[in-house]
């Protein structure tokens, strides 16, 4: 399967700050990868399809201008969260899909933001 | 909008013991996929299943997926301490490459 890290891990920030969040294809180019959102003891919820070279597609309910999605390259898409509240607050997961045949994606292992 | 939905929601059992997952739909999926994820960490895949009837075996996890392609299970036999964690069955076929998550199952095995 597919290797894919993020950057940061972790991120604490003040409330009106933006925060970027890194994913990162390390062993295959994906013009697709995937941003999500995952609350305590929930499912992962699609926020967006990130395609390369492309405008982002997000889901319905998901605000475009406050998450700002970037995948200038064909191995790093980065979400960058413009002034953050508490609400905020979210485990945020990325995915690749290689698109070898199948629909299976890889995730990555999460970035955890806290708005204080 | 396709909805999957996983029973049970949480399961705490005794190490040694078997368990079953089931994840069902009303809508017809061209693939579904399994995942294990622990807490703070990613998703990471279990199993792809593809044909109605399937069935896949991994070690002690026997996957299955429904006839029509509508449904799926996890059986777990004698269960241990690391199969602990949320298991979330996902659905492909929405189009766009997406994929439907079910709502997920909390796993405790306890010794």
């Known amino acids: 399967g597919a290797v894919v890290s993020q950057h940061p891990s972790w991120v604490i920030c003040k409330s009106g700050t933006s925060v970027k969040i890194e994913c990162r294809s390390l062993?295959?180019?994906?013009?697709?990868m995937f941003w999500y959102r995952q609350f305590p003891k929930q499912s992962l919820m699609l926020m967006a399809t990130?395609?390369?070279?492309?405008?982002?597609?997000?889901e319905q309910g998901v605000e475009k201008d406050k998450f700002l999605i970037n995948h200038a390259s064909l191995t790093l898409s980065t979400l960058t969260v413009t002034s953050a509240h508490p609400e905020d607050s979210s485990f945020y997961i990325c995915?690749?899909?290689?698109?070898?045949?199948?629909?299976?994606?890889?995730f990555g292992p999460g970035t955890r933001l806290t708005v204080l | 909008t396709q909805l999957l939905e996983q029973s049970p929601q949480f399961l705490s059992i005794q190490e040694g013991e078997n368990l079953t997952v089931y994840c069902n739909s009303s809508?017809?999926?061209?693939?579904l996929q399994w995942y294990r994820q622990e807490p703070g960490e990613g998703p990471v895949l279990l199993v792809t299943?593809?044909?109605?009837?399937e069935v896949k075996k991994l070690k002690r996890l026997t996957f299955q997926f429904g006839d029509a392609r509508k449904d799926s299970s996890l059986h777990i036999t004698a269960a241990q301490p690391g199969d602990t964690g949320l298991y979330l069955c996902?659905?492909?076929?929405?189009?766009?490459?997406?994929?439907?998550f079910g709502t997920g199952t909390q796993l405790k095995v306890e010794l």
């Open positions: 995915s690749v899909y290689p698109g070898l045949g199948t629909d299976t994606q890889y």
């Open positions: 062993d295959f180019q994906a013009t697709t």
């Open positions: 990130s395609n390369e070279g492309s405008k982002a597609t997000y």
């Open positions: 809508s017809v999926f061209s693939s």
């Open positions: 299943v593809v044909t109605g009837g």
């Open positions: 996902a659905g492909a076929g929405g189009g766009g490459n997406k994929l439907t």
